[in-house]
């Protein structure tokens, strides 16, 4: 079972949430911040249930903060839920700048707190998924290279990476733009025989038509006005190596011819040159335009697609991706962290939902950006949905009561209130409270678990800070 650390001065609270979370959790308990940071340390919990006001200064929020600040340093991972009172606002807002995952008013109801619990848990766990991952050998394989994914479409990819990187097949790599062809193309050549040689990327769409003949294959002396002397193209500096044509399906089909007949000839002829210039290279070719659709409008030749892309690997958009997302949004985190000197912590539970429903159009290339963004201009420990561009969080509100449409609701709500009622009429003592309302204690510890109810009493309501 996971490890869930509850700090709390108050006994009663302390085995009212052990009753309702013991099924789940292996539930660790303290009652002082010094006891806090010996289990702590012992134990390494992912999750902290922790109260600001502690002994011995319980009436304030100090040794709460303490408490806080000791544990982040230790294990800035941790996701620790603050516990406050209703009136604690400010002190709750803090608590979140300095790193805290979450907080949550007194006195909790245990259905709510057990949602925060378990997502608070599951996203320790895809952190420390992405760690380990991160560090393993598979990361840092050829066949990946710079690249990070854990999903089934980026294992795959991997997989086929490995596959015809040792050969000298053509490879065409097809995908939305900021997906990572570049990276695709550059994992083929480094675990490729040709790793040695060079690799020459050449950006087929950002070159005026009429540069682009003599950019790939180079020119002659006098061949053109300002051709002062003869130009190396980018397929000759691409000899023994790898050429990587991006957004090949840009290429001016007058090109195209000339492009076949090097593929299927393994010569070329620079501009305005009448000799047979023999290329050893790998050509790897990637576009994000639809290949199929512009086959069908004449902008693109049957012949050359079928040359280039013996092998397709498609790279899925960063929406599809899953968890990845989140993965790859802590690795950027690290990297400009270190970077740029910052020590932002972690995402907000807000921010996380963003990064999680945002469309991403621009890929894992805007990901990137809008975490370095965040990163520069951030103050704080947490990176919120407004740092990404996302809409700001809205100020946590109480749940709405909902409304009671049935007989069983009502008798339901009823019996909460009357516990709840005997509860604060007995200051929370259980077993009086049992005895007041004609039940055994078992039972009524029964009837708070059905209803999530832990208490707290008036008084300590009054004290929390």
């Known amino acids: 079972m996971e490890k869930l650390l509850i700090v709390d001065d108050n006994m009663d609270i302390r085995q009212q ?111 420390e998924q992405n760690r380990t991952l991160q560090t393993s050998l598979e990361l840092k394989t050829p066949e990946s290279g710079d690249m990070i994914g854990h999903c089934p479409e980026m294992i795959t990819i991997f997989s086929t990476i490995r596959k015809v990187a040792t050969t000298d097949v053509p490879i065409l790599i097809t995908g939305e733009s900021g997906t990572g062809k570049e990276l695709v193309a550059r994992a083929i050549h480094n675990a490729s025989l040709r790793k ?39 397929i000759q500096y691409a000899n023994k190596g790898s050429l990587f044509l991006d957004e090949i399906g840009e290429l001016p089909v007058s090109l195209q011819v000339k492009l076949l007949r090097f593929l299927q000839e393994g010569y070329i002829q620079r501009v305005g040159g009448r000799e047979d210039i023999k290329i050893d290279t790998r050509t790897i070719c990637a576009t994000n335009v639809d290949i199929a659709k512009a086959i069908s409008d004449g902008r693109f030749r049957e012949d050359l697609y079928y040359r280039v892309g013996v092998i397709n690997i498609s790279l899925p958009p960063l929406r599809e991706r899953g968890e990845d997302i989140l993965f790859l949004s802590q690795h950027f985190l690290n990297l400009f962290n270190s970077e740029h000197n910052k020590k932002v912590r972690r995402f907000s539970s807000a921010a996380i939902s963003f990064l999680k429903s945002y469309n991403w159009p621009g890929n894992v290339r805007e990901l990137r950006n809008k975490i370095q963004r965040a990163i520069i201009m951030s103050d704080a420990t947490a990176i919120e949905p407004a740092d990404l561009g996302g809409e700001p969080e809205a100020p946590p509100s109480q749940p709405a009561t909902a409304s009671i449409t049935t007989l069983r609701e009502a008798r339901d709500r009823a019996e909460q209130q009357i516990i709840l009622a005997a509860l604060e009429n007995q200051q929370g003592n259980i077993l009086k409270t049992a005895e007041n309302l004609g039940i055994s204690r078992p039972t009524l510890y029964d009837l708070m678990k059905k209803h999530g109810l832990i208490y707290v009493s008036q008084t300590d309501r009054d004290n929390q800070t």
């Open 17 to 127: 949430l052990k009753w309702g979370l013991s099924q789940e959790y292996s539930i660790l308990q303290a009652g002082d911040v010094q006891e806090a940071l010996a289990i702590f340390k012992k134990h390494h919990p992912l999750v902290v249930i922790l109260d600001l006001g502690l002994p011995p200064h319980a009436d304030t929020s100090e040794e709460g903060f303490r408490c806080l600040g000791a544990m982040l340093d230790h294990d800035p991972n941790v996701k620790i839920i603050m516990m406050t009172g209703n009136n604690e606002r400010e002190n709750a807002l803090r608590a979140i700048q300095m790193g805290a995952y979450d907080f949550y008013p007194k006195p909790p109801v245990l259905s709510e707190l057990m949602v925060i619990i378990s997502r608070a848990f599951h996203l320790a766990n895809l952190e």
């Open 196 to 234: 040695n040689g060079p690799f020459i990327p050449i950006n087929c769409g950002a070159i005026p038509e009429n540069l682009l003949e003599s950019e790939l294959f180079g020119h002659e002396k006098g061949s053109f006005t300002g051709a002062h002397s003869t130009v190396q193209g980018k």
